[in-house]
């Protein structure tokens, strides 16, 4: 497996206050991928990063914002947590564009915002 | 756009039954990658299987196998001899080989395997 590291596991905040989860890669994965995942809804994806400062938005981008200032790590920051952004939240890697490339998950972090 | 859509909120089978998960999706990409996904509950996403849409043989992966249906654009797993290890929420997923470097999830299928 892919050896990819999500940090906090767990968080608790209250609304309004900002908060960063981490993601870290020990693959030299080039593409990362911030979801988050609701009940009904599957895997929603955040941001993605196709490569060191390189990043895009994706369906479900506002109130987030991210950032990736080397390979490994690729940092998402809540600004201002609203109870709507309660979710589970994966980060995923995809090694290049060659054809076939899965995707490897983290373990996931659970953050409720009160 | 390209959507992927899992009738199927839940299911249950039978150990040692075979079960069939739905999947379809829609783009108008000519080749793409259709994957299902295990999340058990630790939570953690397992890739089971994957799929070239270029390739008409469907992969299989010991006892997962997929009916891959091009024209009418449909993915589904079977899964045989059902293990009480493959109650899980499965993910249907898709992403194209060319342009975007996104993956579109289906909203999952809870599947319990009953003693």
């Known amino acids: 497996d892919a050896g990819i590291t999500q940090s906090p596991r767990h968080k608790v905040t209250e609304t309004g206050t900002p908060v960063t989860l981490r993601c870290h890669q020990t693959?030299?994965?080039?593409?990362m991928y911030w979801y988050r995942q609701d009940p009904g809804h599957g895997l929603r994806l955040i941001h993605y990063s196709y490569g060191v400062k390189d990043t895009d938005k994706g369906e479900v981008s506002d109130g987030y914002s991210v950032s990736r200032s080397k390979t490994e790590d690729f940092l998402l920051t809540l600004e201002s947590a609203t109870s709507s952004q309660t979710s589970v939240y994966f980060c995923?890697?995809?090694?290049?564009?060659?054809?076939?490339?899965?995707?490897?998950f983290g373990p996931g972090t659970r953050l409720t915002v009160l | 756009a390209q959507t992927v859509t899992q009738s199927q909120p839940e299911m249950s089978v039978q150990e040692a039954e075979t079960v069939t998960l739905s999947c379809t999706y829609d783009t108008s990409e000519s080749n793409y990658y259709l994957f299902w996904y295990k999340q058990p509950p630790s939570r953690q996403m397992i890739l089971v299987i994957r799929q070239e849409a270029y390739k008409q043989q469907n992969a299989t992966e010991n006892r997962f196998s997929v009916n891959f249906q091009k024209a009418a654009k449909s993915f589904s797993l079977k899964i045989s001899d059902s293990q009480l290890g493959d109650t899980a929420m499965y993910f249907c997923a898709f992403t194209v080989t060319s342009g975007t470097y996104k993956y579109i999830f289906g909203t999952g299928t809870r599947l319990k395997v009953l003693a």
């Open positions: 693959e030299n994965h080039r593409y």
């Open positions: 995923a890697t995809r090694p290049g564009l060659a054809a076939g490339n899965e995707q490897f």
